[in-house]
Each structure stands twice: as C-alpha cells, then as structure tokens.
C-alpha cells in the first residue's frame, strides 16, 4: 500500500496565487522528498526534506515536515503556468533505502 | 545526452509473450530502481539494485524479473506478459553521496493486449 497520500488529489489556481499540497505517511522516515511530473514523463526532483529538518526552502518552494503529525507540505509561491503538473511525495524509510511514492496532487495553473 | 535512458518507449505485446525493458545509465550511481505508474496512481517499486550483484524485491515484483547486468544497466523481464501489466514503467538511479534524490529515465509506455 502507499505510504504517502497527497492532499487535494486536484488543484486549480490562477496564475500568481500559491499552490499548497499536503503529503501523509505512515512509519518513521529517513526523510522526504518532493517530486514533479509532467504530464506522461519521468519525475524529476525538487526538494529533499531530513527527518531532523522542520522547514526548508529553495528558490519559490517551501516545504514543511511535521514528524510528530506524519506530515509534509509543498508550498509553490507565485505560481506560474509552467508548474503545471503533477506533484509526488517520497519517503525514504529509516533503515531502508525504499522510496515510497504517494498518489500525487495535480495541479493546474490557469494563466 | 540523457542520464537514465530506457529504451523501447513504447511497446505494444501479447498475451503471454516475453518481454525486456532495459535501463542504462551514465551517473555512475550504484543503486537503480523499476518502477510502475498506473494512471492517476503514484509510483510502486518493482525491484531495486544498490550494487551488481544485489537484487532486492519491491512492493510488486509477482510476475517481474530483473538483471543488474553492470552497475550502468538494469534490465525489467516480465516472464509471461498480462493485460494488467499494462502501464508506464520508470526506471530511477541514486547514490548516497548526492544526497539520496532520484533520477529518473523518460519511461517506457507497456501495452499487453
């Protein structure tokens, strides 16, 4: 079974607004990590969260890690339509070097 | 020229017939990975390799089996090919010392009628 489910499954937002996508999961993880995908191609990487990170930034991403709750976020600021895709959560269990995919959000930015 | 390849990207196979997906890869990463991706599902890992001559089961590999034929290739088989087979496969790549972020190739589009 997936270990990380997204949340919403679907998102919509006009160009500009941010894009906010939730991932939980259920057992202890060596860390998290973010992944795009466009439509029907490979996934590519965004961001890599530790167990020990709270927070982490990079260009317009934020994302979040709440071990004691099993939750991640994905903060897209200034969202533009180029990041129009689908976005997956991946974790990396503790002692094990399996990646657990979720279901992934799909979002849509309308220009 | 691309990190992870996949070759073929599409295929289109019968009932029953046997059929390879090959992975190669020019990173120099020890650990590789299949993947399937099922529409509007996430990524199940098939099987997983952190070095030529370790083979590990993932959460789906009933039906799969695979080859690290050097630490730059690993090859998909699936025995006897089913409808439900039916869907995109993804091969990935990692090493420890990057930093555990994956790649991916481009992925291969299985059909089995």
């Known amino acids: 079974s997936q270990q990380g489910e997204e949340d919403p499954q679907a998102l919509s937002i006009q160009e500009g607004e941010n894009a906010t996508m939730n991932c939980s999961y259920k057992?202890?993880?060596?860390?998290l990590q973010w992944y795009r995908q466009n439509s029907g191609r490979g996934l590519v990487h965004l961001i890599l969260?530790?167990?020990?990170?709270r927070e982490k930034h990079s260009g317009r991403l934020r994302v979040t890690l709440d071990t004691s709750k099993k939750s991640s976020s994905l903060l897209i600021t200034a969202s533009r339509a180029a990041d129009t895709a689908s976005y997956f959560c991946?974790?990396?269990?503790?002692?094990?070097?399996?990646?657990?995919f979720g279901t992934g959000t799909r979002l849509k930015v309308l220009a | 020229d691309a990190d992870v390849t996949q070759t073929p990207r599409n295929r289109i196979t019968k009932t029953g017939k046997r059929i390879m997906l090959e992975c190669s890869q020019t990173?120099?990463?020890?650990?590789m990975y299949w993947y399937r991706q099922d529409p509007g599902l996430g990524l199940r890992l098939i099987y997983y390799s952190f070095d030529v001559k370790d083979i590990n089961k993932g959460e789906i590999s009933d039906g799969y089996s695979v080859s690290r034929q050097a630490q730059a290739k690993f090859s998909l088989s699936l025995e006897s090919a089913i409808p439900n087979q039916t869907a995109l496969y993804f091969c990935?790549?990692?090493?420890?010392?990057?930093?555990?972020?994956?790649?991916f190739g481009p992925g291969t589009r299985l059909t089995v009628t």
């Open positions: 969260i530790r167990s020990n990170e």
């Open positions: 991946a974790t990396v269990s503790s002692g094990t070097y399996k990646y657990i």
């Open positions: 057992t202890s993880i060596n860390n």
């Open positions: 990935a790549t990692s090493d420890e010392l990057t930093g555990d972020e994956q790649y």
């Open positions: 990173k120099g990463h020890d650990r």
